[in-house]
Structure formats: structure tokens, C-alpha cells
């Protein structure tokens, strides 16, 4: 079993900027893509931007030139950094993670969710 721990939410104004964190822990033998997603209310849940294990990243349009995905394989842990919020990031962001575990057994896994809040 996979878990996924995000930290790094919190309440900000338009403009600043916010770091969230997702650590990976239990029986992992490899993890593949991880990435971050965001649901606001009484929407569908959104990809946010992924990063692959060499390093290759994608991003929504939405937040390209302000969000940045980075990744700390040795720690099993995916960094959202975002920076010019603006008050329609304000969303629930949640991490995900795929890969194989020890038993050689594929998984994905999704993480609790932190709510992020940009007020105007």
C-alpha cells in the first residue's frame, strides 16, 4: 500500500504565492509519473501539471509561466510551486502518484487533498 501526504496549503492573496509538498511512503518499488490535480467546488477535478521520473513535465494552459512541478526521487516527493495566484486557482489540490510497488504490483494512488484559497 501506497500512501500519499500533501502539506503546503493555506489562504493567500491574488499575487503570492503558495508551495505544496507530497510525499510518497510505504511499499514503493518505483514510482513512475506524479502530478497534481485541483477540484473547486461544483467542478470536475482538473490536472494541474505531472512530472515524469526523468523529469519531463506538462502543464494546464491555465497555469503555465506561473506554476512549476518539480520532484526529489531520493525522497519520493513532487513539489507544486505556484507563484501569481490568482483567485481562480482556488481549489482543493490533490497529489497523485504511479507506479509499481514491492509486491510488483502497479498502483496509483491519491493523496487527501489540501485546500488552497486565493482571495482578490
Known amino acids: 500500500q501506497v500512501q500519499l501526504v500533501e502539506s503546503g496549503g493555506g489562504l493567500v492573496q491574488a499575487g503570492g504565492s503558495l508551495r505544496l509538498s507530497c510525499a510518497a511512503s510505504?511499499?514503493?518499488?518505483?514510482?513512475?509519473?506524479m502530478g497534481w490535480y485541483r477540484q473547486a467546488p461544483e467542478k470536475q477535478r482538473e490536472l494541474v501539471a505531472t512530472?515524469?521520473?526523468?523529469?519531463?513535465?506538462n502543464y494546464a494552459d491555465s497555469v503555465k509561466g506561473r506554476f512549476t512541478i518539480s520532484r526529489d526521487n531520493a525522497k519520493n516527493t513532487v513539489y507544486l510551486q505556484m507563484n501569481s495566484l490568482k483567485p481562480e486557482d482556488t481549489a482543493v489540490y490533490y497529489c497523485?502518484?504511479?507506479?509499481?510497488?514491492?509486491?510488483?504490483?502497479?498502483?496509483?494512488?491519491w493523496g487527501q487533498g489540501t485546500q488552497v484559497t486565493v482571495s482578490s
Open positions: 497523485n502518484a504511479n507506479g509499481r510497488s514491492r509486491f510488483l504490483a502497479d498502483f496509483s494512488s
Open positions: 510505504g511499499s514503493i518499488f518505483s514510482i513512475n509519473a
Open positions: 512530472i515524469s521520473s526523468g523529469g519531463s513535465t
